[in-house]
């Protein structure tokens, strides 16, 4: 197991720039999730406790409409971090998470992340950056949709 977990995380964002070392001493604090086919990994208003790195699968980010009925945003495919920004800023999950299909996670409690970033600095800051980088990506990403949708530059958000 702890070698599934080792090779899991070499391959994830998680460990940019992590000596193999650090990655060992990451390992202890992660652990895997399995999701069934429509079962969620969390859900809208939820507290943030833990993300994770989709290593099978694909998800889906649902957000409940006005009507109350939930709407499909986006899909996540497999290599993606998901669930970062509320362990960053603390607030409730913005939308929730379903597995379209049987998905494999690998796990990390925010408590823990809070752990390493006191007890291993170094391994702590490198996670930060890999979820900054990953975050910056997504911002990319919406700010190009929105130019898409609006044919010109975004309207400026305060």
């Not at 099978?56 to 290599?79: D, F, N």
């Not at 362990?87 to 999950?93: C, L, W």
Request: proline share 5%; aromatic share 8%; charged share 25%.
């Amino acid at each position: 197991m702890e070698t599934m977990v080792f090779d899991a995380l070499l391959n994830s964002p998680l460990t940019y720039k992590l000596e193999p070392a650090d990655v060992q001493i990451l390992a202890d604090f992660v652990y895997f999730r399995w999701l069934e086919k429509d079962e969620y990994l969390f859900h809208e208003d939820d507290p943030a406790i833990a993300f994770g790195y989709l290593m099978e699968g694909r998800l889906a980010v649902l957000k409940k409409a006005s009507t109350g009925k939930e709407q499909i945003i986006s899909y996540l495919p497999h290599g993606r971090l998901v669930g970062v920004m509320e362990i960053i800023d603390g607030e409730p999950r913005v939308a929730s998470v379903k597995a379209m299909q049987v998905s494999r996670l690998l796990m990390l409690k925010r408590n823990d992340l809070e752990l390493i970033e006191r007890r291993f600095p170094r391994i702590g800051q490198s996670i930060m950056i890999s979820i900054v980088r990953v975050l910056s990506a997504h911002l990319r990403q919406a700010d190009t949709i929105l130019a898409g949708m609006y044919g010109q530059p975004a309207p400026v958000i305060e």
